[in-house]
């Protein structure tokens, strides 16, 4: 469904816009990284903006700071609809070593809404790519929840409690 | 002014093709010592929560629930420092080459453990998981002194030879 709503949303080329919200500026050169030649985001037609009323998707990088929060909603606010948000970086994506930090909110998601995680620290310019690609359909997300359980056997579970009471 | 230009042309048509297939083919190689997603084994992880004590981002936490212990692993935030697989006793996490961790939906990088804690037959209380009982004939600790008839599920075997 996402695929279907994306590709019906941007038939043509994605332009981006990239901001740093108080990142290492680690995933600002993997973003950079991206876009040379030898990985060529431009064959997806992803371009580079510079103005946010230019651009279709917003890549966010760093947890956000209290000073940069409101120049962000403010961005998100300017940038016209339909528009995609991705967080790079786990800074972006959960706040990194400073979730609890007093002076950052700790993931994008806690001010603006974002469509697409890319966690990595920072993340390799493939795993950028495939969150692109995954975006625009071209390929299937590979990670999902994993619950793990290791209970014996229901045979094995003798109940303690209940000689005790004897 | 034509020669240069002649000059400039050869040396671009010379060059070969540099831009990798991604994703559509194989991308660069990953190094040896990359550090990816994590992976738990929970046939090893004994649950000891050392893992929880040095996660500088305090993404694994632990809850005790009775009869089991539930560590969740929040991993959008991972620093992938592999501290966690560093101190790990039983080598349980390990660090995978796994990178491609985009998704749309965050929980999709959550994992749940769910680990069986085994009860004391004296007086009743959870004390310790499964795994870590079944590491005492193996590792060389004494048997039927600390752990006073703990039950021992699994097959283990009763007596416990010496040196063993």
Redesign the interface.
């Known amino acids: 469904m996402?695929k279907r709503w994306t590709q019906k949303a941007f038939p043509k080329s994605l332009w981006v816009y990239h901001t740093n919200c108080a990142a290492c500026n680690g995933c600002d050169i993997e973003i950079i990284n991206v876009l040379t030649?030898?990985?060529?985001a431009e064959?997806f037609g992803i371009k580079l903006v510079g103005s946010p009323r230019h651009a279709d998707v917003l890549l966010v990088t760093g947890g956000v700071s209290r000073q940069i929060a409101p120049a962000l909603r403010r961005l998100y606010a300017a940038t016209p609809n339909p528009k995609l948000v991705f967080a790079i970086g786990?800074?972006a994506?959960?706040?990194?070593?400073f979730?609890?930090s007093y002076a950052m909110y700790?993931?994008v998601?806690k001010v603006i809404p974002v469509?697409?995680?890319?966690?990595?620290?920072p993340?390799?310019?493939?795993?950028?790519?495939?969150?692109v690609?995954?975006?625009l359909g071209?390929?299937p997300?590979?990670?999902?929840?994993?619950?793990?359980?290791?209970?014996?056997?229901a045979a094995?579970?003798?109940v303690?409690?209940l000689?005790?009471h004897k | 002014m034509i020669v240069s230009k002649l000059k400039e042309a050869k040396i671009c048509f010379s060059n070969l093709r540099v831009t990798l297939p991604y994703p559509f083919g194989p991308g660069a190689e990953v190094g040896e010592g990359f550090r990816g997603k994590l992976k738990v084994d929970a046939e090893k992880c004994v649950g000891c929560g050392g893992c929880a004590n040095v996660c500088p981002s305090r993404l694994i936490r632990f809850y005790d629930d009775g009869e089991q212990t539930r560590m969740e692993f929040i991993l959008d935030r991972c620093t992938y420092c592999g501290r966690c697989a560093e101190v790990c006793p039983e080598n349980a996490i390990t660090m995978t080459q796994t990178f491609e961790t985009a998704t749309n939906d965050k929980t999709d990088l959550y994992i749940e453990q769910e680990l069986y804690m085994l009860t004391c037959k004296r007086c009743g209380r959870c004390f310790e998981t499964n795994n870590a009982i079944d590491r005492i004939p193996t590792q060389r600790m004494r048997r039927g002194r600390n752990f006073v008839g703990a039950s021992m599920p699994h097959g283990a075997p009763e007596g416990g030879e010496p040196g063993k």
């Not at chain 1, 030649?37 to 060529?40: K, N």
């Not at chain 1, 993340?123 to 969150?131: C, S, T, V």
């Not at chain 1, 997300?141 to 014996?152: C, G, L, M, T, Y």
């Open positions: 996402i030649p030898y990985y060529d064959r786990s800074c994506c959960g706040g990194d070593v979730y609890d700790g993931g998601d469509n697409f995680y890319v966690s990595g620290c993340p390799r310019p493939e795993a950028i790519l495939y969150g690609a995954v975006a071209l390929a997300k590979k990670v999902a929840k994993e619950i793990i359980r290791d209970f014996p056997e094995d579970i003798d303690p409690m000689e005790l």
